[in-house]
Nanobody, 118 residues
Framework: VQLQASGGGFVQAGGSLRLSCEASGSIYTVNNMGWYRQAPGDQREVVATITRGGTTNTADSRFAILRDNTKNAVYLRMNDLKPEDTATYYC????????????????WGQGTLVTVSS
């Protein structure tokens, strides 16, 4: 089971980006999903989370998290980006696999870099 993130890139301040992350493999269910970010020299911090039922928790009102359970995917829409948003963004998910549905696995994606210029 793995998470594949995409959508990062270079954007000017005030711009928008949409990150995508899709889980693949022998998946039974995907529970909570989320986005985290880590800037150089900083600790990883939570950006937004979403439950399987769609309840969201977002650290910044400029960001919106969505998911598509039919695709085991989660998205992060980021508006009015600022230079301080520059970081590597990671998706995360709690996943149950078909071979062991009783076990909840916490899985990280590989990260996608977002660079915001002033």
């Amino acid at each position: 089971v793995q998470l594949q993130a995409s959508g990062g890139g270079f954007v000017q301040a005030g711009g928008s980006l949409r990150l995508s992350c899709e889980a693949s493999g022998s998946i039974y269910t995907v529970n909570n999903m989320g986005w985290y970010r880590q800037a150089p020299g900083d600790q990883r911090e939570v950006v937004a989370t979403i439950t399987r039922g769609g309840t969201t928790n977002t650290a910044d009102s400029r960001f919106a998290i969505l998911r598509d359970n039919t695709k085991n995917a989660v998205y992060l829409r980021m508006n009015d980006l600022k230079p301080e948003d520059t970081a590597t963004y990671y998706c995360n998910a709690d996943i149950r696999t078909r071979d062991n549905p009783a076990r909840l696995n916490n899985v990280w994606g590989q990260g996608t870099l977002v660079t915001v210029s002033s």
